[in-house]
């Protein structure tokens, strides 16, 4: 799967209440990032809470799902 | 009928230049709640069962069946759910065909019924609309409604409904300086009216501070921002308005009505805290019944979660963007307020039956039309407007309704 490159932070949430096959992640943070490609992307976040406007990097695809983290 | 140029094409068709007036001829509801001992198809029969009895109509005479419901398969196993419940009522070799829009899905029956009468079809048509959630527990009814929206991306990526809204909910934040207090303002004003509606869920009332401590659920959302997980079913049977008077039931004219979409997954849409959609629909039903925003008296906004309601005020007009947090908080959209906003109890407090709630709320507008509303009566009740939202804006149905 192709990197997707690094975006910012659109919106985001801490999600508590999980649903069923995600139950033992919880809490967790799901992001929708605006990649430097203009194109937006539902994303995990891994690492450090993420607020709006915070620049993120891709970090891995787990299960073919995109975990961004925040850049240092 | 009047034959257009393909000029012309891709333009609605809406208008009373092409359609017969409909009117909602017979209303009835369940009460919504969580009930182990009843099945979907109990639910469905009773408020149909209910409607008929409203409007003084045989079974036998309706034309045909239109059902709204969201997820019957996934919750309760069964398909072929319109004429598994149409035949429980006495209503048989006529058309019974289920609708699915998620949340809108009855909405959309709804639309798409009115469509036919209008177009002249069917003169009787049935519309309901039934889920039965409680049976599952949550997590399996939060991996349920997730199917509502994008599953590839969103689901994959762990998103629930409320994690959806949560993220609309945080940019409106950001965008318009929306509160927590503003969003805890809806829930407190539903949980008021619902505890008036003898048939809502939850009849309790909150105080802003209980609203502001829920259990966190998707942050910035907790509990007392999301609504129910409810079993219920709604039904309302039309006619052509220049019939409307020889039926038992008080008639309520339906002025206006239109159903739009928009793309499903939220990272598509370029700004997420409106609804295209409903602005849509919105702008086409004031077109169609020739009213604007201002001139709406009362309102059943789909209040799925605290900010939808919040930005269903802004979409549809009531105020300008970004000014629907402040609207809430002031009270104008209370009881006693200038423009009450789901007098009903909304889903919020009423409950949200998935695929009753759009037939549900058409319901709540005409028992306000009708003075019928008991201790929830408003005083101003001559045109209201039922706004019926699937997952996070995918289907928008604005319908708006008048006293006959």
């Known amino acids: 799967m192709e990197n997707p490159g690094p975006g910012t932070v659109y919106t985001e949430t801490v999600i508590f209440a999980a649903p069923e096959q995600f139950v033992a992640d ?18 995990r976040i891994a690492g450090d809470r993420v607020t709006i406007g915070d620049a993120v990097d891709f970090a891995e695809y787990r299960d073919g799902v995109p975990f961004f983290s925040k850049k240092n | 009928m009047r034959i257009r140029p393909y000029e012309s094409f891709g333009h609605a068709r809406y208008s009373k230049q092409y359609m017969r007036p409909v009117a909602v001829i017979g209303i009835g509801k369940t009460a919504f709640g969580a009930f182990p001992d009843r099945d979907l198809r109990s639910l469905a029969v009773e408020a149909g069962q209910k409607c008929l009895a409203d409007a003084g109509v045989s079974p036998s005479k309706v034309e045909a069946f239109y059902l709204g419901n969201f997820a019957g398969p996934s919750f309760v196993g069964q398909n072929h759910l319109a004429p598994y419940i149409a035949g429980a009522m006495g209503i048989t070799g006529v058309p019974a065909t ?24 069917y003169d009787l048509v049935l519309v309901g609309g039934v889920e039965k959630m409680t049976s599952q527990p949550t997590p399996k009814v939060t991996e349920i409604l997730a199917g509502a929206g994008d599953m590839g991306g969103e689901g994959r990526a762990g998103a629930t409904f409320p994690a959806l809204f949560a993220m609309i909910a945080r940019r409106h934040m950001y965008q318009y300086g929306t509160t927590r207090e503003q969003m805890a303002a809806v829930a407190v004003k539903n949980h008021a009216n ?13 105080t802003i501070e209980q609203a502001l401590a829920g259990k966190p659920i998707a942050e910035p959302l907790n509990v007392y921002d999301c609504s129910l997980i409810s079993d219920g079913a709604a039904a309302v049977l039309i006619a052509p308005l220049e019939h409307a008077a020889e039926f038992a039931g008080k008639a309520a004219k339906v002025l206006g009505i239109a159903q739009t979409s928009d793309h499903v997954a939220l990272d598509e849409k370029d700004d997420i805290t409106m609804f295209r959609a409903v ?17 709406i008296q009362f309102a059943e906004l789909h209040d799925c979660f605290t900010i939808a309601e919040i930005i269903a005020t802004e979409d549809l007009g009531f105020v300008k ?15 006693n307020g200038p423009r009450p906003v789901n007098t009903s109890g909304g889903l919020k407090s009423k409950g949200h039956p998935v695929g009753a709630t759009g037939v549900g709320q058409i319901c709540d507008v005409v028992m306000q039309l009708r003075g019928d509303a008991g ?9 209201g407007l039922a706004q019926n939202l699937g997952g996070s804006g995918a289907t928008a149905v604005v319908t708006i309704l008048g006293a006959a």
């Open chain 2, 98 to 121: 289920r609708f699915e829009a998620a949340c809108a899905s009855s909405g959309s029956a709804f639309f798409h019924a009115v469509s036919a009468v209008g177009a002249g079809l």
């Open chain 2, 375 to 383: 201790e929830r009566q408003i005083a101003r009740h001559a045109l």
């Open chain 2, 321 to 335: 963007k970004g000014e629907g947090g402040p609207y809430v908080q002031q009270g104008c959209t209370a009881l």
């Open chain 2, 194 to 206: 619902g505890a008036k509606n003898p048939l809502a869920h939850m009849r309790k009332v909150i």
């Open chain 2, 279 to 295: 602005k849509a629909a919105g702008e086409k039903a004031y077109k169609m019944a020739g009213v604007s925003p201002q001139d």
């Open chain 1, 26 to 43: 919880a809490p967790y943070q799901l992001a929708i990032v605006t990649l430097d490609s203009g194109k937006r992307l539902t994303a």
